[in-house]
């Protein structure tokens, strides 16, 4: 197994928006978004989330995302709520 290849899977985690349907997660990979309505996100950070029961965590329709925050230390606080709240 390649090690370096191997992805972590979150249950949540903060990602930057940095134009229509394109983002950066948290491991610093740069990924294409797309939501269920079509709309892009304005650009900004974000607080992602999953369904329970969703086993790869694409950044597709089933991804809510809370925000836009200014900053990852303004996001914070709600990864740190959902952490709660699921813990």
């Known amino acids: ?3 370096e290849h191997e992805r972590v899977v979150l249950d949540a985690e903060i990602v930057r928006v ?3 349907c394109r983002l950066i997660d948290s491991q610093s ?3 294409i978004y ?5 709309q892009g996100l304005v650009a900004g950070y974000y607080v992602v989330t999953w369904p329970a ?3 790869l965590r694409c950044f597709d329709q089933h991804a809510v995302f809370q925000g836009p925050f200014q900053s990852p230390a303004d996001a914070q606080p709600a990864l740190d709520e959902r ?3 699921q813990g």
């Open 1 to 3: 197994m390649n090690v």
């Open 18 to 20: 940095i134009s229509h």
């Open 29 to 31: 990979e740069e990924h």
């Open 34 to 38: 797309w939501r269920r309505d079509g």
């Open 53 to 55: 029961g969703i086993v």
């Open 83 to 85: 952490s709660l709240t």
